[in-house]
C-alpha cells in the first residue's frame, strides 16, 4: 500500500496526558498537512510542511501542539496536555508540489480525551 | 467565518433519484477538489477541476467549477444507496497560500433503497 499512512488509528487518553500521532505520507510527496476534524464539520487546518519546513501554523495550533518533518519524510504531532476539547479526527494529507493541489488523505486518528 | 458554504447539508434521498451539492465563496479558488467521507476514515479524492468552466463526470457524478472560479456543483444521478456519505469541497489557493486546501463543512447524502 503507498497510500498515506497514520498511526494510530484510535487513542483514548486522559486529560492532561501527552500524545503523539504518526503521518508517513506517500512516498517523494514534498508537502504534507495536517488536519483536524469534529464530528458533522469540514476538515480544519492545523498546518502543513514542504519538505522539512514548516511554512504555515493555523491558529488553531495552540501552545500545546507541536508538529515536525524532521527528515522531509514522516511528521509527528503531538499534544502536550490534552484537555476534552482537542477530541477530534486528526488527518495528514500529502501532496507533490508539481502537481500543487492534490492532496491525498490518511485514514486518520480518531482521538478521545476522557 | 466558512470560506466555502456548502449547501445542502444533510439529504436524504430515495435510489434512483437524481441530486445536486452545491459549494460557493466569494474567493477564487486555483483550483477545487471534490471528496467523499465515510465514518471513521479520511476523505477520498473523487475529482479536481482547474478550469473556470471546467466539467468532469465520473460515471454517474458531474463534476461543473464555476466561470469565476469561486462556485462547484455536483450532481449524482440515479443515486444508489453506495453513494451514501459526507461529500466534501476544498478549495485550493495560489501557490503563494501553499495551495493550502480550505473545505466547506460538507453534505451527509443518505441515499435509501
Known amino acids: 500500500d503507498t497510500g498515506v499512512s497514520q498511526d494510530p488509528r484510535h487513542k483514548i487518553t486522559k486529560r492532561g496526558q501527552n500524545v503523539t500521532f504518526r503521518c508517513d505520507p506517500i512516498s517523494e510527496h514534498n508537502r504534507l498537512y495536517w488536519y483536524r476534524q469534529t464530528l458533522g464539520q469540514g476538515p480544519e487546518f492545523l498546518t502543513y510542511f514542504q519538505n522539512e519546513a514548516q511554512l504555515e501554523k493555523s491558529r488553531l495550533l495552540s501552545d500545546r501542539f507541536s508538529a515536525e518533518r524532521p527528515k522531509g519524510s514522516f511528521s509527528t504531532l503531538e499534544i502536550q496536555r490534552t484537555e476534552q476539547g482537542d477530541s477530534a479526527m486528526y488527518l495528514c494529507a500529502s501532496s507533490l508540489i508539481a502537481d500543487g493541489t492534490e492532496a491525498f488523505f490518511g485514514q486518520g486518528t480518531r482521538l478521545t480525551v476522557v | ?113
Open chain 2, 1 to 113: 467565518t466558512q470560506l466555502l458554504e456548502q449547501s445542502p447539508q444533510f439529504l436524504s434521498i430515495q435510489e434512483g433519484e437524481n441530486l445536486t451539492v452545491y459549494c460557493n465563496s466569494s474567493s477564487v479558488f486555483s483550483s477545487l477538489q471534490w471528496y467523499r467521507q465515510e465514518p471513521g476514515e479520511g476523505p477520498v479524492l473523487l475529482v479536481t477541476v482547474v478550469t473556470g468552466g471546467e466539467v468532469k463526470k465520473l460515471k454517474r457524478l458531474t463534476f461543473q467549477f464555476g466561470d469565476a472560479r469561486k462556485d462547484s456543483s455536483l450532481h449524482i444521478t440515479a443515486a444508489q444507496p453506495g453513494d451514501t456519505g459526507l461529500y466534501l469541497c476544498a478549495g485550493a489557493r495560489s501557490l503563494e497560500y501553499g495551495n493550502k486546501l480550505v473545505f466547506g463543512a460538507g453534505t451527509i447524502l443518505r441515499v435509501k433503497s
